[in-house]
Nanobody, 122 residues
């Protein structure tokens, strides 16, 4: 069983910074893409940033230039550094791992963390 655990959420003032961490545990052979998504109250879950094992990144337009995603492929961890935070960044942030293989010929599976709350006060 693969599990994702997020940490680092909390309350921060507008303009401040916060870092989120995600650790994937269990029997893992490879993870194609790790990413962060968020869901604000009353809104759909949306992409924040993703990073493939090959180093390709995708960012939501709303966070470009402010957020940075990184990962350690050997440790199966991902981080999201969030700078210049705005009240509209307030949401539950979810870590995701896409196309996870537990062994070489495994059928790939996607996994999600439980989420961590980020609140930005004005």
């Amino acid at each position: 069983q693969v599990r994702l655990m997020e940490s680092g959420g909390g309350l921060v003032q507008a303009g401040g910074s916060l870092g989120l961490s995600c650790s994937a545990s269990g029997s893992i052979f490879s993870i194609d893409t790790m990413g962060w998504y968020r869901q604000a109250p009353g809104k759909q879950r949306e992409l924040v940033a993703t990073l493939t094992s090959g180093g390709s990144t995708t960012y939501a337009d709303s966070v470009k230039g402010r957020f940075t995603i990184s990962r350690d492929n050997a440790k199966n961890t991902a981080t999201l550094q969030m700078n210049s935070l705005k009240p509209e960044d307030t949401a539950v942030y979810y870590c995701a791992a896409f196309r996870v293989r537990r062994f070489r010929n495994d059928n790939p599976t996607d996994y999600w963390g439980q989420g961590t709350q980020v609140t930005v006060s004005s």
